[in-house]
């Protein structure tokens, strides 16, 4: 992996090779590409079928050395037909078969090079085996796609010979930590197929890739994009599988002495400067974006955290029309349960909440001084909630003066506005307050459908136009606290034991100041969910291992701590 060593947008290049119709065209495109991101310094995933292999190691064995040596080539192995078992190419019946019988056969075509007239595995030594004693103890990627009947054999196979990942073409995305039958997936939120593109800006194509990978609903930062490319799309027409395999027979025996044309000579080069462009594009960015290959993905599994810390905060919004304040004897009674709910387990304390009041209840509630100070005696804390910029330091100034202390979280913001928090707010006779955090980000100042961001986790975001980026080079963090409801923390906290990687997410449960029910984020309303129904979730999700109770603002302290690694997971709600 080079780039930011915390991005949250990740890129990974990838060469398809393939073509064994012009085998002197595929190896001097995989030497060409190779200095390339030497020369660039950005890693890059080669895969090679069989028959590529077995070519390069007899006419190219310099080419095998350097794809062996190269600090920054991940050298993986994909297959093509005529393998009986590669997606709709079942002329043998292997998926008739008793299963012992299919694994048999699938392990003797991946130990030797198969016969591409004949689709028969042949006597030479080759196949994912010969690949895996090239490559030794690192990560390697077998791209694989086999018919359901065929699916688990033939995983199995791959993870015997030593595969540590495969890939897959159906999911709309793969979070990374994905696994399918015992390996990994190769993690991918957009599939950039750049050889479709010659002509075209790479900066623009990969900006806009990274922006849809963000929006799809449960897609897990880092978001994922891949750069593909195949040998035969420098130089060919179309690859030398294609022409005849696929527009071909599916049955043996194959013809495979006709060759697609070549490329015009300007055609080939739009290819090379767009993939260098894109290269180049890496390179220029690595402070905001990391490269990764197979050999740095396996890296970043070994280091994700066995079981990834849920932090789960309490929060309550307290508006400025009097028509919607809370009954000042309720409110105190609600949180003297409410801080006690969920002390189970290992838990230290309770529950922990936070209260964001607008400018308008601090000034016009005669009780206001006594909650605050009635409040943060057991801990709930007071963050700075307001719908005018001009009134985030005059509430922070507000809270202090009726005896509290405002946290650095301003609870409640319109992306739009987000660049006039980065700097501190000035209230009266020189005080100063600095939001370094925010909960509860808006596209518009209203809960309309489509308005609230329901994501989970944390990030920085980049800009005001970019806020769903994660930015390593920023410092305003934002806490993604989910759909607020208690069945959508309790689903994440199941969720997350499943192979999510970043050390620290974060939810959050809604409580409307009226009626001290849930909020029901999603539908603009709230629920029936009173502190009964708080108490009961807090005692069975206190109890997960995975589970710690902190406030929005301590969440956020508690991602930095463990080094702000990206962790938000996107929802369309």
Known sequence: MTGAATAGDWLTFTLNTQDFAYPERSAATVDRVITLHENYRVPV????????????????????????????VALNYHIRPPKPYYAGYDWSGLSMLPAADQLTQIRNYESHVTNLVTGLPGTTLGGFTRLKQLTGNSPVIAAFQADAALHGSVSQVFRELGASMAISHTAPYINLGTTTSGLYVRPEHFDLKLFQSPGQAPSSLIDAAFATARTNSGAASPYVVGVKMHDNDFFALASAWTNTYVS??????????TLAGLKSDADMQAQWTLYEAAVAWADANRSRVAMVNAKGLGAALAAAPTAPSLYVSGT??????????????????????????????????????????????????ARAGEIIRTLSAIGVEWDVHVHSATDRATAAQRIVALGGTPTTLLSGVKVSDLETVRAAQSGTGGYSWQAASLWGVVREGSHATGSEDFSKGLWLPRSATDWQAHDPAKSLAVVGGGDRSLAGVESLATLLAQGYTAPVYSATVMVDSFTLTVSDAANASTSSDGIAQIETFASRVGAKTNVRWATPAGTAAAWRATGAVPSRIASTQ
């Open 248 to 257: 071909g027979s599916k049955r043996p025996p194959w013809n495979i002495t």
């Open 45 to 72: 995933d080669i895969y090679l079928t069989d028959t590529s292999l077995s070519i390069f190691e007899t006419s190219y064995p310099a080419l095998v050395t350097r794809l062996r040596t190269s600090p920054y």
């Open 316 to 365: 309550m919004h307290i508006e400025s029309s009097p028509l919607r304040w809370p009954n000042p004897d309720n409110l105190i009674a609600f949180f003297q349960r409410a801080v006690n709910a969920g002390k189970v387990g290992t838990q230290a304390s309770g529950m922990r909440w936070s209260i964001g009041a607008d400018v308008g209840w601090l000034n016009g509630e």
